[in-house]
């Protein structure tokens, strides 16, 4: 890799000055590099491998301006392209592709600006720097102008189409890209295996379980697709994030060869499908075969042992990264942070976040997000103050951490200055999510006529979430009449969710309206509505205990059994008294 840099060393060749070379006489329109790339009044010197009056050739040229593209500092690189022309190196087919990376990371520049250069040397026919152009005018944000550019090339091939599928996937259009897929077909063009990747990863992004399995069936039927490490681990995480894990898990078996990316992909998938004691045995099977786990990986598995609790794992992996000297971006740092808090450990999970340097926002929410969980209202908001102090701006999820913390501990003013500060500060439009965050603070406080008015005034139609704030809210303060209209407005919204029916039963045993409650399990019968058994994971010794309501096949079922009848006893000697309204009432009673 040769070596560069902005600064005055040994090497150092004259200083380009303000003028910046141009190169005329370029048909169509004439490209000025003054135009290009407006140079600053003081730009520094670029240091480079070879002395001043060397003629290097076209490959060394094409080496340095590939570095550049990929350094911190990638509009260089144009400089370093007026440098070649001034020395009468006419440019290859490698590099206007990086050029054209380099154009692309800017918001001053056109990708296109270059095609008159591209189209003087000749190169305007060549796929490589055709296909680079489409890409970075996708990565530039003018995706009409890219469609423009693939249009022209009536001789299309598969390369180009998946530049063009690639191009829409990557700005998140996803419908546009899938048209693409069809219209590719249609046209007769043959498919290849970067082309499958890249409908089955739109697929799974969409959720689109129907379009995945077609396209499954195509490559399969046809056998015009070779099935490797990359199509079977797009495979994989394609049914994974459709929520289908048994069938990630059948086509991950039948794999001939795989690799982190189709191991990630599995874990992430049992993640998503709440499956995280197999998330984490998939990740042990990964250990003993000596697949070394990526960020992404870490950072699925961090989530399992967050949502199970699972401490002494996750201290494990915690340890297992240090030891693998991975450099911990913001991901996987908040996901460390946000394991900590999950498992009760918020003294660590603040020790991460002070080591972590260089904090984001992922950080910052993470941290804010986990004072919240634990009840420090206040710290959560100071917290979220010393964030906008050290310059980072927050965004929607900022918000409804803080939000939810003000809820937690009735900062009811607080919340109410926050919420508008969000709208009108940083002309943000709250979400359901956020709504719902002050219904169930305002609603706590027991202003619950404010609350029924914010409802009343969305400008977005309230979800069951939202009115879900509010029934929580007139159970809590025994506005029985209220939360009655809203607990049948609920099962209308969502007829085939249990929980609802089990909420409003709920409501009708604290009212000792035993008729109603039955009524609801019999409306809840005839609908076929079951509910979904309840399941709790607890760490003991190190080892991770899996329990399902009402399945007895725990290996120390009767022993915790007897426990909890000891439990009883002793509970009834102390003249506890059990209160029956505080239960949910069992709507699958027989």
């Given amino acids: 890799m040769h070596v560069w840099n902005c600064n005055h060393q040994s090497h150092t060749i004259s200083v380009i000055s303000r003028r910046f070379i141009s190169y005329r006489s370029i048909s169509h329109n004439s ?145 546009e890209g899938l048209t693409c897929f069809k219209e590719m077909r249609l046209r007769g063009v043959k498919v290849d295996g970067m082309t499958v990747v890249s409908v089955l ?39 994974s994030k459709c929520g289908c894990c048994d069938d990630a898990r059948k086509y991950f078996d039948e794999m001939p060869r795989k690799n982190v990316v189709s191991w990630s992909a599995l874990i992430a998938g049992y993640v998503q499908c709440n499956r995280f004691m197999q998330a984490l045995v998939v990740f042990q099977d990964m250990l003993m075969e000596n697949v070394r786990p990526s960020e992404f990986t870490f950072t699925s598995v961090l989530t399992a042992c967050a949502e199970m609790g699972a401490l002494v794992q996750g201290m494990w992996v915690h340890g297992y990264m240090d030891r693998c000297k991975l450099e911990m971006n913001s991901i996987v740092g908040s996901a460390l942070i946000n394991m900590y808090t999950k498992c009760g450990c918020l003294n660590e999970a603040f020790m991460v976040f002070k080591k972590l340097s260089g904090k984001d926002l992922f950080i910052w929410n993470a941290m804010i997000n986990g004072l919240a969980m634990h009840g420090d209202a206040i710290g959560s908001f100071n917290l979220f103050w010393e964030m906008l102090g050290s310059g980072i701006h927050p965004n929607e999820v900022t918000f409804l951490n803080v939000l939810s913390a003000c809820s937690h501990g009735g900062l009811v003013d607080e919340g109410r200055k926050l919420f508008a500060m969000m709208k009108h500060r940083y002309c943000m439009a709250p979400s359901v999510d956020h709504y719902s965050c002050m219904v169930d603070l305002l609603g706590r406080a027991g202003h619950l006529e404010e609350a029924r008015k914010l409802i009343k005034d969305m400008p977005i139609e309230p979800t069951a979430g939202v009115w879900g704030a509010l029934f929580g809210a007139c159970v809590i303060h025994k506005a029985y009449d209220l939360g009655e209209c809203i607990g049948k407005h609920l099962i209308k919204l969502q007829p085939n969710h249990s ?60 022993s915790l059994n007897q426990v909890m009848d000891s439990f009883i006893v002793q509970l009834t000697l102390a003249d506890y008294a059990t209160d029956c309204s505080l239960f949910a009432f069992d709507v699958d009673a027989d």
């Fill in 201 to 239: 990863s739109a697929a799974g992004k969409m959720g689109n379980i129907w379009f995945g399995r077609s396209i499954h069936g195509f490559f399969m039927e046809t056998g015009r697709v070779k099935w490797d490490v990359f199509v079977g681990s797009a495979l994989v995480d394609m049914y």
């Fill in 31 to 175: 490209l000025c590099l003054d135009n290009l790339l407006p140079l600053p009044e003081d730009i520094a010197s670029i240091s480079l491998p070879f002395d001043q009056n060397d003629t290097p050739s076209i490959h060394r040229w094409d080496a340095i301006i590939r570095d550049i593209s990929a350094s911190s500092q990638p509009e260089k690189s144009l400089i370093v392209y007026a440098m070649m022309r001034r020395k009468g190196v006419t440019p290859s087919m490698h590099t206007f592709p990086s050029l054209l990376k380099s154009v692309s990371k800017s918001q001053n520049h056109n990708p296109y600006q270059l095609w008159p250069h591209i189209v003087k040397f000749g190169l305007n026919s060549d796929p490589f720097v055709k296909n680079s152009l489409i890409s970075a005018l996708f990565s530039s944000g003018r995706m009409e102008l890219a469609r423009q550019v693939f249009d022209e090339n009536e001789q299309a091939d598969v390369v180009s189409w998946t530049a063009l599928i690639n191009g829409y996937l990557k700005t998140g259009s996803l419908v």
């Fill in 499 to 558: 929980g609802r029916y089990a909420l409003l039963a709920n409501l009708y045993s604290r009212c000792q309206k035993w008729d109603s409650a039955a009524q609801i399990r019999k409306l809840m019968k005839e609908k076929g509505v079951k509910k979904t058994p309840g399941c709790s994971w607890i760490e003991v010794n190190g080892a991770t205990h899996e329990f399902i309501a009402f399945d007895g096949s725990h290996s120390e079922f009767h």
